[in-house]
């Protein structure tokens, strides 16, 4: 059954607070090499059979909110 | 006049907003559970706060797909009263009933506190009993920053649909009234016909003296102002 991987993300020019509070913590963890952090959400999808469009569909629907928020729909091999 | 409270798995509030309508302000009011798909009886919509869903995926993300909604949004278009407070905002926003979306507090924190409120909009049916003065309303939430896209953000303005700022003791705007971030310290907005209102703060805890305050009245009676 193939698996569908789809990632949600802040838009990139929208300020992720929870996203600038851990590159917070991992510059006092000492990992000063880290400028930005940005956290999304992965969602993976068993499905019967794959249809692109119908993925999209969901995700405009109901996976991800287009006013703050892009997605990106992969199938896992 | 009689309010449907509607209740989704995790509103939390339910029993505020019915108490609040009914025993201080004396509006005849009903639960109706997020399943059912007959509003006929009703006059005007209450969606209270809480973590409808357990806030999965989005807050009122799935909430906004509920049965109820179709009759919420046909009470939307009829011009009738509906109100989001804190969850309920965030249902109508992700619901396509109100533009823009609430995002975490910028703090990261969830924040629990009476904050001040200024109505920008002097003659919807929410906002015409509110008086031109700050008024102090309780908030509870960690995702009320507010914000839109620029034009949205314009158009709000333009249009009186900015309906509550966050201000402070004055009626300033400033960045420290801000609890949240929310885009020019917005704390409310108005659909484009005036009848639809989201808001974060909740005037329903803040009608009786007993909880500190009774200007969330001033809010809340427009209801009754419609007429019984």
């Not at chain 1, 300020?15 to 999304?40: C, M, N, P």
């Not at chain 1, 569909?57 to 892009?70: F, G, K």
Request: aromatic residues 6%.
């Amino acid at each position: 059954m193939p698996t569908v991987r789809v990632t949600v993300t802040l838009k990139p020019s929208l300020l992720d607070s929870a996203g600038r509070t851990v590159a917070g913590a991992l510059s006092k963890l000492g990992f000063d090499e880290v400028r930005d952090v940005r956290i999304g959400k992965v969602i993976r999808l068993e499905v019967e059979r794959y249809d692109e469009q119908r993925v999209h569909a969901m995700c405009r629907q109901l996976l991800a909110n287009p006013v703050i928020e892009d997605y990106r729909i992969e199938v896992e091999p | 006049m009689r309010v449907a409270v509607v209740r989704f798995p995790g509103s939390n509030c339910d029993q505020d907003a019915l108490h609040s309508l009914r025993d201080d302000l004396g509006i005849p009011a009903d639960y109706v559970w997020h399943e059912d798909r007959d509003l006929s009886g009703f006059d005007a919509v209450f969606l209270p706060g809480g973590f409808s869903y357990g806030d999965y995926l989005r807050c009122g993300a799935i909430a906004s797909h509920a049965p109820i909604l179709d009759e919420v949004r046909r009470f939307a278009a009829e011009g009738r009263p509906v109100l989001g407070v804190c969850n309920g905002f965030q249902i109508l926003c992700e619901a396509g009933l109100l533009p823009g979306a609430l995002l975490r507090n910028l703090s990261e924190k969830f924040v629990c506190k009476s904050v001040r409120l200024l109505a920008r909009n002097a003659s919807s049916l929410w906002t015409a009993g509110v008086p031109q003065r700050p008024i102090a309303i309780p908030i509870a939430h960690g995702e009320g920053r507010y914000l839109c896209d620029e034009d949205t953000r314009r158009r709000l303005w333009d249009e009186g649909r900015v309906a509550f700022v966050y201000v402070d003791e004055q009626g300033r705007a400033t960045p420290e009234a801000n609890p949240n971030g929310s885009v020019d310290n917005i704390a409310g907005i108005l659909n484009e016909t005036g009848n639809v209102l989201g808001m974060m703060p909740h005037p329903e805890r803040a009608t009786n003296p007993l909880l500190g305050g009774t200007d969330g009245r001033t809010i809340l009676s427009a209801l009754s102002a419609l007429g019984v």
